[in-house]
């Protein structure tokens, strides 16, 4: 295996793809990014961009600062040092109104779902919309219904309680309200943790169709594997409290990396890689990432 760690984008496949990451301008770009708290150093100098269309996921291990990335860029929690521009603009030069402008351009799915346990789910999905208070309540409720149906759930789920759903309806309650401002770009923060292999599979489905149906880019957090591989242009790997690389699969398993080999080449790893391996050989059987399954099966 070579041992080369690139910490600039690598060639995005999927919708993205086409285009060298080098011949177009992200609509996310952090540099020297440092977060602190007190003494603890989340983030030493952390470098990514995020190109239009794509489907990034960030993968590390727990407490590496995925979430307090998201966060960050979000415009959630400000970095120690360092810069972080969305659609070209340095988020902390953004003034309150032009931060809250911007921030109707994505939606966020956090990790724990977030919903507000005191209000049902149609009130949930339309709180981005209140919040706005730019339109009359029944087009409100006609918009969230659409949204609530987009991911997949009826008006008969409209006036249930959070408390009363399953955990694959809260992950897509939730993502109903990321989606309720009609974003371009998504963060989705572990969004199939604890849902059960089925319902997993059928929310990558979701994402897919909604990826292509919105034209959205999506920026992912998971420890999923299965995810990570079904959905990813490239993998963002958290490590050393940088981004040691950002690329597809294929190329990032190629690097000598404690984390990626644990991760990669582990026994889950394997089986992933393998489903992975078996979509690239049918139209190339000597592919990077077949190559690499084997190696992996054999060491
Ligand atoms: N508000 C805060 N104050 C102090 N420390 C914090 C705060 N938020 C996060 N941290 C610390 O920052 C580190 C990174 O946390 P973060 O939640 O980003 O990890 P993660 O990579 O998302 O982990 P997981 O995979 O378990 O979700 C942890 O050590 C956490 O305790
Ligand atoms: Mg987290």
Known sequence: MTASIDTRAGTVGGTGGGTPPGARTPIIEVRGLVKRFGDTVVHDGLDLEVYRDEVLSI???SGTGKT??????VGLERPTAGTIRLFGEDLASLDPARLQWMRNRWGMQFQRGALFSSLSVIDNIAL???ELRCLPDNLICEASLLKLELVGLSARDADKMP???SGGMIKRVALARALALEPELVFLDEPT???DPMASDDYVALIRELRRELKLTVVM???DLDTLVALSDRVAVLADRKVLAALPIPQLVKIDHPFIREYFLGERGQRALSALSTQSAGANPASDVAAVARHAGES
């Open 59 to 61: 993968v590390g291990g």
């Open 68 to 73: 307090v990335l998201l966060r960050q860029i």
């Open 128 to 130: 981005p919309l209140r």
């Open 163 to 165: 408390a009363d759903l």
């Open 193 to 195: 943790a604890g849902l």
């Open 221 to 223: 957090v998971t420890h």
